[in-house]
Nanobody, 121 residues
Framework: ELVESGGGLVQPGGSLRLSCLVS????????VGWFRRAPGKEREGVAC????????WYSDSVKGRFTIAWDNAENTLYLKMDSLEAEDTAVYFC????????????????WGQGTQVAVSS
């Protein structure tokens, strides 16, 4: 089960931190990350964390502004979002898959319920 929290309304240039509590998954799910779906757009991968190696991936649209992190003691995935823009407005979903390749393809992902992020003045 994946349970997200931390969404909300923020002004442009502001920051938010999303959390995703991960529980009940088998140990062979190695890729955990965030997708988002903006109004009128398709869902897109935003950032991913590779659990065994600690490697990270970011989409070009958030690179340098968002930071993904994993707390092993808390089984929690975080997404720190800085310098937020109106274009970041979306529902953000926590998602996991067995490999990063599969995670990107969204073929076997397990999903959270999503949390709304709105960036507006």
């Amino acid at each position: 089960e994946l349970v997200e929290s931390g969404g909300g309304l923020v002004q442009p240039g502001g920051s938010l931190r999303l959390s995703c509590l991960v529980s009940g998954l088998s140990s062979d799910y190695y890729a955990v990350g965030w997708f988002r779906r903006a109004p009128g757009k398709e869902r897109e991968g935003v950032a991913c964390f590779n659990l065994p190696h600690g490697g990270t991936w970011y989409s070009d649209s958030v690179k340098g502004r968002f930071t993904i992190a994993w707390d092993n003691a808390e089984n929690t995935l975080y997404l720190k979002m800085d310098s937020l823009e109106a274009e970041d407005t979306a529902v953000y979903f926590c998602s996991t898959a067995k490999t990063f390749y599969n995670w990107r393809l969204e073929g076997e992902n397990i999903w959270g319920q999503g949390t709304q992020v709105a960036v507006s003045s």
